[in-house]
């Protein structure tokens, strides 16, 4: 083979070749983004109406089945779901995996936009899509320092207008979630005696204001040379001005303005939600990154925003912002959990081949292969669109004790005609030369096993391109290393060298020579027997199938993961306000405050239960929401009982803990049945539920 050839002919060549396929793999791997999992694309576009005040069976009636009706049609439609809550409609539809999610989007603003009829008050339809990438990478709370008696709420402008937009600066942000942040609002809180004493309704006075804050155009005015537009400007934006707008001009009783039957101010809406963290009022915020970021530099970023925040504003108005979810954390975890994988691995295939090879030179040689097949991989990675993740980094854990495979091939080849007396450069290429079609189609069968997963665009080919993807390039990059440098190594290494020299090792040799013994015997026997030999076979396979089957792990479709957060969901009886559903929810809060290392230090309590180094909950009419993180974060699956006790303590309330799990989607992603009770009246339903 002319590649063989030209190898060993050429040394310098082939050592600076693995020079630059060691560089540019460092560069790759310095631009290649790092994130916990692969994305994954899964076209799901999210569509939400609003009807501020509308129940729940109007919202279905006059909004979600109009639509529904529309975009049932849409092409690639997989599934559609819609969920009619007080005052929001929204609808999420599902398309094929590796349809043009831009093209699905358009397609559905069309069918939109041949609904009719919403009702007046309902706003305009909202669109968004969702994938892997919109799980937040961060998350924060804002609370008051003590001394601050103000309320939470009337920051939400500084919310808005100054640390969402600091945040959202940070390279690798694609955007920012407020919850609990509410704007100021001009309301009209109508007298209904004085309504009545005018003879108005509601109607009336909505009505008006309408009508008086518009900008309508006036026609255009010709003067002298000139030609004006003329347009009427009326913005209503202070309560003396809404105040001041007539309602009605009757002819007895003169002009009714609206100050007349309604006391208009600006106020904050009505409160639908409770937010808590370690027994305060908090705004929790968190980052979303856009696709392809460096998780770990966007978080570094984000990290210094928030502390340049706190040291400044935040800290004169008397407000600080604590980073409570921290997904790099995890990350950086795994992937040097992962790293010092691969170096334990690639150390211990170096012991295992000077145990077998007896020579310190054959194992310099064949441990070469590597790193540069390792690092090698790298640069495939970034030209194919790849990310560093523990998905990625697994393959190349598997790969590094495949990549010695071909060397070891090659090289046991070259020994053997090197000590029949070929020379030094024969032996070289004769050796690479015999065996290289072996070699070859060795790594072609390991590479073609992921062919499929490499090719098919649904969501489990999607996870495990990356594994695919390194374990292929790896082992053929240790193919080419194995018949070029490793024939190049030995020529220059083993130069003068006739013989192998080989080490004896006294015991290992000892086993080594009795294990031996033993498979040579019982290889004549069964060879000289049929029968033999086929109960051999028949008691081997037999034994490895009920092997298999007994210590068949738990199957999973992927793996939880020890993440270091604890989610749950509280379900109060039907009908329970906002007040009460907060009350539980504090008895959760109080029933787990002894167990807060803020408040009793971060060492295990006396029977032992591990301390929250985090703890919050979101309460609102239909559930509630608690969630914590464990000061240990090995013991954070400990804190699921003791979330979980206080909650089936109280008369109605069904509630649930789990420990998210780090490929889950969403803040409480993790295992889920879904049970669905179809029919065509919810009245038939409900009792079947």
Known sequence: MILIRQAIERPAAVCAGVLLIILFGYVALQQIPIQLVPDVDRPVVQVETRWPGAAPAEVEREIINKQEEQLKGIEGLQSMEGRARTGRAQITLEFAVGQDIDRALTQVAQKLDRVSGYPAEADEPTLETSGSEDNPIAWFVLKKLPGNERPLKEYSKLVDDVITDAIERVPGVSRTNVYGSDDLQMQVRVRPEDLA????????????????????????????????????????????????????????????????????????????????????????????????????????????????????????????MKLVYDETIYIEDAIQLVQSNIMVGAFLAAVILMIFLRSWRATLVVSIAIPVSVVGTFVAMSFTGRTVNVISLAGIAFAVGMVVDAAIVVLENIYRLREKGLPLKDAAFEGANQVWGAVLVS??????????????????????????????????????????????????????????????????????????????????????????GLTLVAVLTAGSLYASWKLLPKLEYLPEGNNNFVFGVILPPPGYNLATSEGIALKVEDAVRDLWASETGPEDSPEGKPKFDNFFFVATETRSFIGGSSVDPSRAA?????????????PGTFGFINQRSIFGRGIGGGRAVDLDILGDDLEDILPVA
């Open 443 to 532: 790594a072609l069968t390991t590479v073609m096993v992921f062919i499929p997963i490499m090719t098919t665009d649904l969501e489990v080919g999607q996870l495990f391109q990356d594994i695919a993807v390194a374990i292929s390039v790896s082992v053929m990059l240790s193919l080419l290393v194995s018949i070029t440098l490793i024939p190049a190594l030995f020529r220059w290494l083993f130069g003068g060298v006739g013989k192998v020299d080989t080490m004896r090792i006294p015991i290992l040799d000892d086993v080594a020579a009795a294990f031996s013994t033993i498979v040579l015997a019982i290889a004549r026997r069964t060879t000289s027997s049929a029968v033999l």
């Open 638 to 650: 400990e804190l699921i009982p003791v979330m979980r006790t206080p909650i089936f303590t109280e």
């Open 197 to 320: 004493s005018y003879r108005l309704t509601v109607d009336d006075v909505v009505r008006a204001l309408r009508n008086a804050n518009a900008s309508v155009s006036a026609g255009r005015l010709d003067e002298g040379k000139r030609r004006y537009t003329v347009r009427m400007e009326s913005d209503l934006n202070t309560p003396g001005q809404v105040g001041s707008v007539v309602v009605r001009t009757d002819p007895v009783l003169g002009r009714v303005f609206v100050s007349d039957i309604a006391n208009v101010l600006l106020a904050y809406p009505e409160e639908t939600s409770m937010r808590r963290h370690l027994g305060a009022g908090a705004i929790p915020l968190n980052a979303v990154r856009e696709t392809g970021a460096n998780v770990i530099a966007t978080m570094g970023g984000i990290r210094a925003v928030v502390d340049e925040l706190n040291e400044g504003i935040l800290k004169s108005e008397g407000l600080s």
